[in-house]
């Protein structure tokens, strides 16, 4: 059994510009509500390192912390739906995609996708965007626990297919049951020390 990440949280930011110059950095990416918050306390093994709610749009800036003295994992606001006006919105997304193709450190893109949903339009939009930018990046399911044991096989061939992946190429995972947390902070932290 992997140990846990040591997590610290550094700072949140508004600006690619603002954020600390730390070693290399994963963005944690995914639709409002997907889980982003939720895995990195899973990661942590902590309940209050990032702030969970259940109203989208919670996070809204770029939230920095410290891993283990390897690198930085940050934790970015997500895209669809949020309890926020469609201009606020919009400079949240901006800000992502400037943060996604200007910082040096970011040695992989952690994307998140609702396993229990499959991808939905803006999730493969994302993807395709994440492609044609070259950008580096790794597709996660979360909610793994919200699915019947009858249905994970299909769900996870299905979801790997609309992601045009191969099933093994998706790490699946659930914030609230543990399943998969190994294999991700072994990701993790192969990731990093790429960097």
């Given at each position: 059994m992997s140990s846990p990440l040591q997590l610290r949280f550094l700072t949140s930011a508004d600006d690619v510009r603002r954020l600390p110059d730390t070693p290399p950095e994963l963005a944690f990416i995914g639709r409002s509500n997907v889980g982003k918050s939720s895995l990195v306390n899973a990661l942590g093994n902590r309940k209050d390192l990032a702030r969970v709610a259940k109203a989208p749009g919670r996070t809204q800036l770029l939230n920095c912390f410290a891993v283990d003295g390897l690198g930085t994992l940050?934790?970015?606001?997500?895209y669809g739906?949020?309890?926020?006006?469609?201009r606020v919105r919009d400079a949240w997304q901006r800000m992502v995609e400037?943060?996604?193709l200007e910082r040096e450190q970011l040695?992989?893109?952690v994307m998140?996708?609702?396993g229990e949903i499959g991808p939905t339009k803006l999730d493969l939009q994302m993807l395709a965007w994440l492609r044609a930018n070259a950008v580096p990046h790794s597709v996660v399911a979360t909610k793994h626990?919200?699915?019947?044991?009858?249905q994970r096989g299909k769900r996870?061939?299905?979801l790997a297919a609309a992601c045009d992946l191969a099933p093994d190429d998706v790490t699946w995972v659930s914030a609230a049951k543990g399943t998969g947390k190994d294999r991700l902070l072994s990701l993790v932290r192969t990731w990093l020390a790429l960097g």
């Open positions: 940050v934790d970015c606001p997500g739906y949020a309890a926020a006006p469609a400037t943060y996604l040695t992989m893109v998140l996708v609702d626990d919200k699915l019947k044991a009858a996870q061939r299905d």
